[in-house]
T-cell receptor, first 117, second 116 residues
Framework: AQTVTQSQPEMSVQEAETVTLSCTYD???????LFWYKQPPSRQMILVIR??????QNATENRFSVNFQKAAKSFSLKISDSQLGDAAMYFC??????????????FGTGTQLKVEL | DTGVSQNPRHKITKRGQNVTFRCDPI?????LYWYRQTLGQGPEFLTY????????KSRLLSDRFSAERPKGSFSTLEIQRTEQGDSAMYLC??????????????FGEGSWLTVV
């Protein structure tokens, strides 16, 4: 079974600064997808960024980028120019690409990000 | 496209009562998922539908839980004889077929259940 570990329960960042959230995962599969979801106080899970394991290039979405290290099974999220609206719980998630195994996301325990003025 | 819609958003019930949650997925999404999230934890997978067929169920889904998706559109999650341990947020999500749209799963705002 796959596991996802987020070792930082809380992180703080000053507005306009950069912060990196860590995520590691354990799997024996070679093909899979990794995601970062954001969950603000409204509780709706919002997709931030996704990465396909077969792609060597790190995904980027505006101020959000990832550092995907497949051999190390590491998938960190970098948020640049942090904004107050970035304050939320961030979840790292894994999804298998195998037929029959790609139907569910496995989530980490989350990192609460606080953005300070 | 209004996104994944869930109702009720909040439900308080007495132990032993039955509750039902409804989920309306994004139109044209043929895959629908239910997750449960307790405080301080990430969501945990409960079950998944491909159109009207329930194809996968987690062992977290006890006999008191039943999910349906008649006609492959909206879905209901019923919990019978609720227990205090059922208190959680129940998240619904949907996606297109796994080989299209990049496999992105979209979530609703969740339904909070408090069992007293």
């Amino acid at each position: 079974a796959q596991t996802v570990t987020q070792s930082q329960p809380e992180m703080s960042v000053q507005e306009a600064e950069t912060v990196t959230l860590s995520c590691t995962y354990d799997t024996s599969e070679s093909d899979y997808y990794l995601f970062w979801y954001k969950q603000p106080p409204s509780r709706q899970m919002i997709l931030v960024i996704r990465q396909e394991a077969y792609k060597q290039q790190n995904a980027t979405e505006n101020r959000f980028s990832v550092n995907f290290q497949k051999a190390a099974k590491s998938f960190s999220l970098k948020i640049s120019d942090s904004q107050l609206g970035d304050a939320a719980m961030y979840f790292c998630a894994y999804r298998s690409a195998l037929t029959g195994g790609g139907n569910k996301l496995t989530f980490g325990t989350g990192t609460q990000l606080k953005v300070e003025l | 496209d209004t996104g994944v819609s869930q109702n009720p958003r909040h439900k308080i019930t007495k132990r032993g009562q039955n509750v039902t949650f409804r989920c309306d997925p994004i139109s044209e999404h043929n895959r629908l998922y239910w997750y449960r999230q307790t405080l301080g934890q990430g969501p945990e997978f409960l079950t998944y539908f491909q159109n009207e067929a329930q194809l996968e169920k987690s062992r977290l889904l006890s006999d008191r839980f039943s999910a349906e998706r008649p006609k492959g559109s909206f879905s209901t999650l019923e919990i019978q004889r609720t227990e205090q341990g059922d208190s959680a947020m129940y998240l619904c999500a949907s996606s297109l077929d796994r080989w299209s749209s990049g496999n992105t799963i979209y979530f609703g705002e969740g339904s909070w259940l408090t069992v007293v």
